[in-house]
């Protein structure tokens, strides 16, 4: 393991304890009737209409992974469309693509500019929330992600053509982080759940009203507010950081559910958040948004630096919300390496901050262009 990674991994320690500390938070919102209310109809909206889609979204890829699609072969016979090919790696909902990218770059089969296009056109987990909740929207984002990807990548490359290429760190072992020792009966009981969890969020999808009471009980909405609460106590049990897990590239069922569990808890907090501040405030803080006019897309492009995609899919979930324009959220988009951006800087941290330095003159341009002709 790189002493990077060592260091991050020590430093990194302390999120253990603070998932422990989240949950107790959690929990307390149990207590008072209107933080009741908010907690479990946010965590069951969570879970139907997020969750479910993207465990399913990511058995698909990992079953698609398992056949052995052999990508380094693929851009070595095709070098001409190694930037193309990249950028859709990186449009793929998550990190997967991305990490698989930066992978590729130590090892000497892509370019910097693949690297730029790819950490340019991903989104991260934010993807999954955009998604499930406002598709026509993602429609239209991931498609401009991937081809600013493009583009940017073509423009650099013949700037960095060998950029990096004898100070990379060439590789990175993950025998020594900590083991994820939760008994499989949890994993399965998460698949278990997971098959209702998803007829009831095509259900939704189409806006059909699932409303089935038995004594007076709403049973979706216990249900989903107790997969969800399990979804989270499976990322509590994790005894890897959101960091760590990150840096890891497995294909494995298990990290379907461990990364299902880790972006469901950052959709609930993000949903809890924004209903309570909706309510401490009567609505003020977010009518108030409105008066930083064209600043609006600047911010969320700032907020796209700051690694990991918690802070990426609160600004998502502010979109989805109708409270900040779609010209923030495509700046977000570009700008936002989700969390490819930990095992980047493990693996090139001087290629990970430049790339992402890059992609915030893509960002400004289409942020802006579409705030001012579209608006």
């Avoid at 948004?289 to 700032?302: D, E, K, Q, S």
Wanted: aromatic letters at 12%; one cysteine or more; charged letters at 10%.
């Amino acid at each position: 393991m790189t002493e990077l990674v060592i260091q991050l991994s020590r430093n990194f320690q302390y999120l253990r304890l603070s998932k422990i500390f989240l949950f107790i938070c959690i929990l307390l919102l149990l207590i008072n009737d209107k933080t009741r209310e908010i907690l479990v109809n946010s965590s069951s909206d969570a879970f139907i209409a997020v969750s479910s889609f993207v465990g399913m979204t990511l058995l698909i890829f990992t079953f698609l992974e398992k056949k052995n699609f052999n990508l380094q072969k693929l851009i070595l016979n095709n070098r001409r469309f190694e930037i193309p090919i990249c950028s859709f790696l990186g449009s793929i909902p998550g990190c997967g693509g991305a990490i698989m990218v930066m992978s590729l770059f130590t090892r000497g089969i892509v370019s910097f500019g693949a690297v730029l296009a790819a950490l340019i056109s991903t989104m991260g987990d934010a993807a999954f929330l955009l998604i499930a909740v406002k598709p026509e929207a993602a429609l239209i984002i991931l498609p401009v992600t991937f081809i600013v990807g493009i583009i940017s990548g073509y423009i650099a490359q013949p700037f960095t053509k060998n950029f990096l290429k004898e100070k990379i760190n060439k590789s990175i072992s993950i025998s020594d982080l900590p083991k994820n020792k939760t008994s499989n009966k949890f994993y399965k009981l998460w698949f278990f759940i997971l098959i209702p969890g998803l007829i009831l969020g095509l259900i939704n999808a189409f806006n059909i009203d699932a409303n089935f009471e038995i004594f007076g009980m709403d049973v979706v909405l216990v249900f989903s507010f107790s997969a969800a609460l399990f979804c989270v106590l499976l990322w509590v049990l994790n005894p890897l950081t959101d960091i760590q897990m990150a840096s890891i590239h497995e294909n494995s069922y298990r990290r379907v559910v461990d990364t299902t569990c880790f972006v469901t808890v950052w959709v609930i907090i993000s949903f809890v958040l924004y209903e309570l501040i909706n309510l401490s405030t009567n609505g003020a803080i977010f009518e108030s948004l409105i008066l930083f006019g064209p600043f609006l897309p600047l911010i969320a492009i700032l907020i796209g630096f700051i690694p990991g995609c918690g802070p990426q899919i609160m600004i998502t979930s502010m979109y989805v919300s109708g409270q900040i324009p779609m010209s923030a959220q495509i700046g977000n988009s570009i700008s936002n390496d989700g969390d490819a951006l930990f095992p980047a800087i493990a693996i090139s941290a001087k290629a990970a901050i430049v790339a992402t330095l890059y992609s915030a003159i893509p960002a400004i341009i289409i942020a802006y262009l579409w705030h001012y002709i579209i608006g």
